[in-house]
């Protein structure tokens, strides 16, 4: 399985299991590595 199919899947299971997010800081660096992963990922298709 991709690692970024694993990295969804767990952060999935522990967005479940907090009771509340008071606060989430997004910086310049972080949100840059989120996105470069995005694109380095392959596309997802639509197998109808």
């Known amino acids: 399985m991709p690692p ?7 952060a999935q299971q522990l967005a479940g ?3 509340t997010i008071e606060h989430v800081n997004v910086t310049p ?3 840059a590595a989120v996105l470069g992963e995005f694109r380095k ?3 997802l298709t639509d197998a109808r």
């Open 29 to 31: 660096d972080l949100l």
């Open 41 to 43: 990922a392959p596309a």
């Open 17 to 19: 299991k907090l009771e």
């Open 4 to 10: 970024a199919i694993l990295l969804g899947l767990a």
